[in-house]
């Protein structure tokens, strides 16, 4: 059972990239997920988490507008667009999956590595 991301790459300034997380073994339609980034040198931060239903959506602030979280239960897929990029969205983004008793707003400020599963990550940069 694992979570599978794909979609990273590199992209210009201002550009756009969509983001895949599927589950393999794991059903996303019964989890609150997540997807998480960690740029070089900083801790991994929460950037959106949605529930089951998709009628709950959490965003950080700086991604506020900018990324768009949701799912495809066909799939068993949840998407990270994200639009207007920029040098500080260089990260490395890992989705996460979590019991549904997790809130959006809490899975993106509080989930840790030991409360669900993780993806290995896909590397996304910006260049200036």
């Known amino acids: 059972s694992q979570l599978v991301e794909s979609g990273g790459g590199v992209v210009q300034l201002g550009g756009s990239l969509r983001l895949s997380c599927t589950g393999s073994?794991?059903?996303?339609?019964?989890?609150?997920v997540g997807w998480f980034r960690r740029p070089p040198g900083k801790e991994r931060e929460g950037v959106s988490c949605?529930?089951?239903?998709?009628?709950?959506?959490y965003y950080a602030g700086s991604v506020e507008g900018r990324f768009t979280i949701s799912r495809d239960s066909a799939k068993n897929t949840v998407y990270l667009q994200m639009s207007s990029l920029q040098p500080e969205d260089t990260a490395v983004y890992s989705c996460?999956?979590?019991?549904?008793?997790?809130?959006?707003?809490?899975?993106?400020?509080?989930?840790?590595?030991?409360?669900?599963?993780w993806g290995e990550g896909t590397q996304v940069n910006v260049s200036p």
């Open positions: 996460a999956a979590g019991a549904t008793l997790w809130t959006p707003q809490a899975m993106c400020l509080a989930f840790r590595n030991g409360d669900g599963d």
């Open positions: 073994g794991i059903n996303l339609n019964d989890a609150t």
């Open positions: 949605i529930n089951i239903s998709g009628r709950d959506r």
